[in-house]
């Protein structure tokens, strides 16, 4: 089923005036529930999936300001030594999704869960295969697998309906990602699921998934480890066997897991909800078929309109902090909320309104739908070039596309923190 386990919905309403993140509400409506919220102050109390208290960040200057301000940490330990590092957030949400004890090195090891100077070590190793010469490199390949998978889309087609989730937003990012790794194809539909089953929280299919995982990169190390390439995989094997204190076995492996999911799950959704944005808006559509140059502004706000990831990590206060007047202590975890950041009247004119000419050309990223300061996602520029290109082609296609259900019928994985489309129907002619 969909819905998660009543695990992480035991704790909704039970602090008054303190919103859970699994609360229904904020998670059917999170435009409306963190836009109220937003209004409510820029630091407003909260309650993480176990309960914790969170201040929840909701304003676009406040969440960059923290974003970049070097006393709020990734790593509860790092920010408050002494701290138990069970008695965390993250781990009792490890706890709560039954996450075998020895495999959670595997997620503490991560680039997100890392502050400087380990974290500026593995960004540092891994950001050589991102730069934006690299992706540049890689659009014409990009544009190829998008024409092959739009090219075969209606053969898909069941009473001329096609579910583009299924298949075209997944499969372009995967292939390109796993591409780009060194993931070999037949083993891309198994990472798909893996891929599910990690966001869906659903303990017995992330506790299914999570070592079946690890194993298997693993074992693709191993292998590749006796012809390297050129690809990350590749890389990374090199820089761990040339001086392990470069990067250690376990960052080795959660980084290939890192990348790998982070690079498909989040793009796809980006495809999948600016498609049906620009479906359901078809002045903006008109727009955008009759000028494909305004294909990178468009881009840049369809993902501040409804970009797939709506808040951050948690960060943890390594010292006392006071933030638009209210005092954070050591060691207290924020969210920052992008969602609402995204939508701050204070700092854009008519916020609601998808306005695909909003940004002017050239311009700077003006949203936080990517974060910002030192975690800003590694990620982003090639993540635009695959929606730029997807989004191009499916137009260019399929000059006629349109939604094959109503839009209230479109359903989307409840799941907070993030913005998916389960399916989207789509009739092409
Ligand atoms: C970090 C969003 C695509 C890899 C982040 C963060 C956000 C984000 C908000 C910061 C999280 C935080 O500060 O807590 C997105 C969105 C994407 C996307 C919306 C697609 C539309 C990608 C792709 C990759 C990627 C294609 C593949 C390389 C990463 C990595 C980080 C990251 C490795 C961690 C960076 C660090 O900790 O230094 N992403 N991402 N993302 N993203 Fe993305």
């Given amino acids: ?3 998660p386990s009543n695990t992480f919905t035991e704790h909704v309403g039970k602090h008054p005036g303190e919103p859970n993140v699994m609360d229904p509400a904020l998670i059917g409506d999170p435009f409306a529930g963190y836009g109220a919220l937003r209004e409510q102050g820029p630091v407003v109390r909260g309650r993480f999936m176990d309960d914790s208290p969170v201040w929840f960040v909701t304003r676009f200057e406040e969440v960059r300001e923290v974003l970049r301000d070097p006393r709020f940490r990734n790593n509860p330990v790092s920010a408050a030594p002494g701290a138990a590092p069970e008695d965390t957030p993250l781990s009792r949400l490890m706890d709560m999704m039954g996450f075998p004890e020895h495999l959670r090195v595997y997620l503490l090891g991560s680039i997100l869960n890392n502050d400087a100077p380990d974290h500026t ?11 934006a010469r ?11 697998i998008a024409d ?26 995967i292939t390109v990602i796993c591409e780009l790794v060194g993931i070999p194809e037949e083993d891309r539909p198994q990472w798909r699921t893996w891929g599910a089953d990690l966001v869906s929280l659903q303990p017995d299919r992330m506790s299914r998934s999570f070592p079946a995982m690890i194993d298997h990169i693993h074992e693709l190390i191993a292998a590749r480890r006796r012809a390297l390439t050129d690809d990350l995989l590749s890389e990374l094997i090199r820089t761990h066997d040339d001086d392990g204190s470069r990067l250690s076995d376990v960052e080795m492996v959660t980084m290939v897991l890192t990348v790998v999911l982070a690079g498909h799950e989040t793009t796809a959704h980006l495809i999948g909800n600016g498609t049906a944005a620009l479906l359901t808006h078809p002045d903006q559509l008109r727009l955008l078929k009759d000028d494909p140059a305004l294909l990178p502004r468009a881009v840049h706000e369809l993902m501040r309109w409804c970009g797939p990831v709506h808040m951050t990590q948690l960060r943890y206060a390594a010292e006392d902090v006071e933030l638009a007047g209210v005092r954070i202590r050591t060691g207290d975890a924020v969210q920052l909320i992008l969602v609402s950041a995204n939508r701050d009247p204070r700092h854009y004119t008519d916020p609601d309104r998808l306005d695909l000419t909003r940004h002017p050309a050239g311009h700077a990223e003006n949203h936080v739908g990517f974060g910002h300061g030192a975690h800003y996602c590694l990620g982003a520029t090639l993540a635009k070039q695959e929606g730029e290109v ?7 296609h399929f000059p006629e596309l349109s939604l094959a259900v109503a839009p209230e019928a ?4 409840p799941v907070p923190g993030s913005w998916r489309l389960n399916a989207l129907p ?4």
């Avoid at 070590?121 to 730069?131: D, E, I, M």
């Avoid at 690299?134 to 190829?144: A, E, F």
Wanted: proline share 6%; charged share 30%; net charge positive.
């Fill in 121 to 131: 070590r593995l960004r540092r190793l891994v950001s050589r295969a991102f730069t």
């Fill in 134 to 144: 690299k992706i540049t490199d890689l659009r014409p390949r990009v544009t190829q």
């Fill in 426 to 429: 789509l009739r092409l002619r």
């Fill in 1 to 3: 089923s969909a819905s």
């Fill in 148 to 173: 092959e998978l739009l090219a075969r889309l209606p053969e898909h087609a069941e009473d001329g309906v096609v579910d583009l989730i299924q298949h075209f937003a997944y499969p372009l990012p």
């Fill in 390 to 396: 997807a989004l191009g082609a499916l137009l260019r």
């Fill in 410 to 413: 479109l359903e989307r994985t």
